[in-house]
Nanobody
Framework: QVQLVESGGGSVQAGGSLRLSCAAI???????????MGWFRQAPGKEREGVAA????????YYADSVKGRFTISRDNGKATVYLQMNSLKPEDTAMYYC???????????????????WGQGTQVTVSS
């Protein structure tokens, strides 16, 4: 089995930055070839939405329109870790952020929750105005 463990959340003022990390813990082969890894977020009373995703060798990188130009997703396969650098944060970015993984490529439907079979517990991001 593989576990995803997020870290790096916190409280910042609008305009600030945070860097989230998600470490895949488990069999080394499984974690190295994790396939598509993505970040999702869920604000209170709202649906969980896709934020960004990255394929195994970064051949495919995807962002939600709401974060393009502000967030950057990256991964280090040797460390089995995916990162989300969040800059120019806005109050509407406030949410619980989840890391997720699925085998294969991300594809154009990278934002579909049902395709991901591994999920982390989430890390809270709060942006104050």
């Amino acid at each position: 089995q593989v576990q995803l463990v997020e870290s790096g959340g916190g409280s910042v003022q609008a305009g600030g930055s945070l860097r989230l990390s998600c470490a895949a813990i488990g069999h080394s082969y499984s974690t190295y070839y994790m396939g598509c890894m993505g970040w999702f977020r869920q604000a209170p009373g709202k649906e969980r939405e896709g934020v960004a995703a990255i394929s195994t060798y970064a051949s495919g990188i995807y962002y939600a329109d709401s974060v393009k130009g502000r967030f950057t997703i990256s991964r280090d396969n040797g460390k089995a870790t995916v990162y989300l650098q969040m800059n120019s944060l806005k109050p509407e970015d406030t949410a619980m952020y989840y890391c997720a993984a699925k085998p294969g490529q991300c594809g154009t439907y990278w934002y579909g929750k049902s395709g991901y079979n591994y999920w982390g517990q989430g890390t809270q991001v709060t942006v104050s105005s």
